[in-house]
């Protein structure tokens, strides 16, 4: 089972957005809010490198915000990432 977790904020449309489309994939996923959160978006920064919501990791691999997230579902990339494969077969 892939493990998603997407870091987001309470007011962030793209954080909704992206929710949205993963809800409607039927992904289930992690949430991190790191609205009043500095420790928990500490560590988003760390592992992102970037200090925009959301960002999302399906297995560890950074896909990315909800940009990304829409790129990704284009390319065949997310399926790829839901169905487990590795940062490698699904680049």
């Known amino acids: 089972m892939t493990h998603v977790e997407i870091y987001t904020k309470s007011w962030c ?3 909704k957005r992206a929710k949205a489309h993963l809800d409607a994939k039927g992904v289930s996923y992690r949430e991190i809010d790191v609205t009043t959160d500095s420790v928990r978006e500490a560590e988003m920064v760390d592992r992102s490198n970037r ?3 959301p960002q999302i990791f399906i297995d560890g691999y950074h896909v990315g ?3 990304d997230l829409a790129a ?3 390319d065949g990339l997310l399926d790829r990432l839901l169905a487990g ?5 699904a680049a």
């Open 51 to 53: 200090h925009t919501v």
């Open 13 to 15: 449309p793209f954080c």
């Open 85 to 89: 494969q590795s940062e490698g077969e």
């Open 72 to 74: 990704a579902e284009t």
């Open 65 to 67: 915000g909800s940009d």
